[in-house]
């Protein structure tokens, strides 16, 4: 699983995105959030290009499954709340197997 | 929704001993428990899990247990090596397709030469 950018900094505002990458051939596909403290938490999930589901924090973002090999996070208006690191995973069947993470995105919004 | 919570926060060893991370979760449709290893500059990796129609699981020097009837599941590290410290997460929740898995705050393992 490969993220692009590893390592972004923008403005409060700036709509930016960040795309994530896999060639197993896995079905899902899932955006995390990760903060000091509090863990991973899900963003939106993806089953295919068919369907994306919210996950526990959806508010701000949206997410595009162009095709079944990548899934891109999207910030429309970024805000300083939004900075984190970004964790991209998939899995073959659903999230109830193993999940294989990228190595994230590191996001700075000022 | 479910809650999961993970003790200790930080767990200091030196090599050779055991680790023990402890996790309780809330709802008790949850069924499937993994633990995930990320070392520093990586995403994390599963390393282990549980569902709930099995107690105990091993896998070498790792194991997990799961008390169903407490709520509460554990990872088990024997004769802990350098190599073994990270930060660990646990997660829970309900199976199916809609399945989305809560984890907790996570456990910096350190283990000391």
């Known amino acids: 699983v490969t993220q692009n950018p590893r390592y972004l900094i923008t403005v409060t505002g700036k709509k930016l995105t960040v795309t994530c990458s896999q060639n197993?051939?896995?079905?899902?596909m899932s955006w995390y959030r990760q903060d000091p403290g509090l863990g991973l938490r899900l963003i939106y999930f993806?089953?295919?290009?068919?369907?994306?589901e919210k996950g526990d924090i959806p508010e701000g973002y949206s997410v595009s499954r162009e095709k079944k090999e990548r899934f891109s996070l999207i910030l429309e208006s970024a805000s300083t709340n939004q900075t984190s690191m970004y964790l991209c995973?998939?899995?073959?069947?659903?999230?109830?197997?193993?999940?294989?993470f990228g190595p994230g995105t590191r996001l700075t919004v000022t | 929704g479910e809650n999961v919570e993970q003790h200790p926060s930080t767990l200091s060893v030196q090599e050779g001993d055991s680790a023990v991370i402890k996790c309780t979760y809330s709802d008790s449709a949850s069924n499937y428990f993994p633990w995930y290893k990320q070392e520093l500059g990586k995403g994390p990796q599963l390393i282990i899990d549980?569902?709930?129609?099995?107690g105990e699981k091993k896998d070498q020097r790792i194991a997990v247990t799961l008390n169903k009837t407490a709520k509460h599941f554990s990872l088990h590290i024997t004769e802990t090596q350098p190599e073994d410290s990270a930060v660990y997460f646990c997660a829970a929740g309900p199976g199916g397709g809609s399945y989305i898995p809560t984890f907790g705050r996570g456990t910096s393992l350190i283990v000391h030469p």
């Open positions: 995973a998939s899995s073959l069947i659903d999230l109830t197997y193993e999940q294989y």
């Open positions: 197993m051939n896995h079905e899902y």
């Open positions: 993806s089953y295919d290009v068919k369907m994306k």
């Open positions: 549980i569902r709930s129609n099995v």
